[in-house]
C-alpha cells in the first residue's frame, strides 16, 4: 500500500512541476515577445502576446486539472 501511495504522490509531484514548468516557458515566452517588440509596434505585439499567454495558461490548467482528475 505503502508503495502505491508513494508512486501516486510522486505522479502528483511531477504533475506539478510540469506545470509550473509549462507556466514558467508561457510567461517567458510573453516577456521574450514584449522585450523584442519594435516601439511602432509594441502594443499589436503585447496585445497578441498575452492572449496567447492567457490560452497557454488555461490551457495549462486544464492539463493539471486532468491529470490531477485521473488521480484521484
Known amino acids: 500500500m505503502t508503495t502505491a501511495r508513494s508512486s501516486e504522490t510522486s505522479a502528483l ?3 506539478e512541476v510540469a506545470w509550473e514548468r509549462r507556466r514558467r516557458a508561457a510567461w ?3 516577456l521574450r515577445a514584449t522585450q523584442e517588440a519594435d516601439r511602432g ?3 499589436s ?3 497578441n502576446a498575452w492572449e496567447l499567454l492567457q ?3 488555461r490551457r495549462n490548467d486544464e492539463i493539471r486539472n486532468d491529470a490531477l ?3 484521484a
Do not use: P
Request: hydrophobic share 35%.
Open 41 to 43: 509596434q509594441y502594443h
Open 13 to 15: 509531484d511531477a504533475a
Open 55 to 57: 490560452r497557454r495558461l
Open 28 to 30: 517567458l515566452d510573453y
Open 69 to 71: 482528475a485521473t488521480r
Open 45 to 47: 505585439v503585447e496585445g
